[in-house]
């Protein structure tokens, strides 16, 4: 028995006309040749809040690098602040 394997974009997108569209499970299954268990299992999956189904994408790797990147920028930008009003001190 042979099992077809399917993109995350194909079953996004097979849900969105169920939820989005207003078609039918039983129709958008038949017309794409699919199961309709199959398509009630990625409607229940994929139609959970955001908090529920979180995917780490390279972009989330990508903020919380620029981040600490920012945060140690701010920190060294603070300290030649306080080193030139040091300076500027001294040199009246």
């Keep these: ?5 399917f993109t995350e974009e194909f079953k996004r997108d097979a849900v969105a006309q169920v939820l989005d569209r207003g078609y039918a499970v ?4 038949e017309r794409l040749g699919i199961s309709t268990k199959s398509l009630y299992t990625w409607k229940a999956r994929l139609s959970k809040p955001a908090k529920d189904v979180r995917i ?6 990508e903020i919380r690098r620029l981040k600490a990147e920012l945060t140690r920028v701010t920190e060294e930008r603070d ?14």
């Design 1 to 5: 028995m042979s099992r077809n394997r």
């Design 26 to 29: 039983s129709e958008v299954a």
């Design 56 to 61: 780490d994408t390279g972009q989330t790797c």
């Design 79 to 92: 300290i030649l602040k306080k080193a030139t009003v040091y300076f500027a001190r001294d040199a009246k």
